[in-house]
């Protein structure tokens, strides 16, 4: 009964190609995200979405495009894939943040991408 | 724009001792949260602290949250080896559901 997960968990391409990340939550959460993990393990959010809406949307290169059908699901695609792009890429959900007085979030697995 | 500090950012210890690990961030805000993450795993929430001199205890690790001093710190009594993460602290501001975390501090406890 896993809570947050992630396809694939493992994913080599080479530069130019594209590709995407799938992210399922049976929490019944209403939010989720995509974080970007480095080789330094540092943590940045990407984006969020509340309901299907998109509410956090960083400075993240366009070729980035998150799409979710319905409020379990937030995918992540990637056009054009760089060296740069290489990292662990971990989805989130939290319980709505405008009806929640806390946002605490539950992580997946995460999908550590490599570009050649 | 939130930054958030955690200090120190690579900790070796050995087992049986104790030691602190600090987080300060730099806008008010007054929840903060305690991540664990192992190598190649993801990451498990470990603490939520919410109010201004919270403090929650699990087993040998002890969060609490001054939010005057805009500091948490993530107290580890008598480490042992199965403590041996990288531990992660993040704060949301009220007015959004974003998390911003610290850099992670590394810790190794070794026999």
């Known amino acids: 009964d896993t809570a947050v997960s992630q396809t694939p968990k493992y994913l080599v391409t080479q530069m130019g190609n594209d590709k995407s990340i799938k992210c399922e939550q049976n929490l019944g959460h209403d939010t989720m995200y995509w974080y970007k993990q480095d080789s330094k393990k540092f943590l940045k959010i990407m984006f969020s979405?509340?309901?299907?809406?998109?509410?956090i949307n960083e400075t993240v290169p366009n070729r980035f495009s998150p799409k979710s059908p319905d409020k379990a699901h937030l995918n992540l695609h990637i056009n054009s894939l760089e060296l740069g792009d290489s990292a662990v890429y971990f989805c989130?959900?939290?319980?709505?943040?405008?009806?929640?007085?806390?946002?605490?979030?539950?992580f997946g697995p995460g999908t550590r991408l490599t570009v050649l | 724009e939130l930054k958030v500090e955690q200090n120190p950012l690579f900790l070796s210890m050995q087992e049986g001792k104790n030691y602190t690990i600090y987080c300060n961030y730099s806008t008010t805000s007054d929840r903060l949260y305690w991540y664990r993450q192992d190598p190649g795993k993801s990451l498990e929430s470990l603490f939520v602290?919410?109010?201004?001199?919270a403090v929650k205890q699990e087993g040998r690790l002890m969060a609490s949250l001054d939010t005057k001093a805009r500091l948490s710190t993530l107290h580890i009594t008598a480490a042992v080896h199965d403590l041996s993460a990288t531990y992660f602290c993040?704060?949301?501001?009220?007015?959004?559901?974003?998390?911003?975390f610290g850099e992670g501090t590394q810790l190794t406890v070794n026999p």
């Open positions: 979405y509340n309901n299907k809406e998109l509410i």
């Open positions: 602290l919410l109010s201004n001199g």
């Open positions: 993040a704060v949301d501001i009220l007015s959004g559901s974003r998390l911003t």
């Open positions: 989130a959900s939290s319980q709505d943040v405008v009806l929640s007085s806390y946002n605490e979030q539950f």
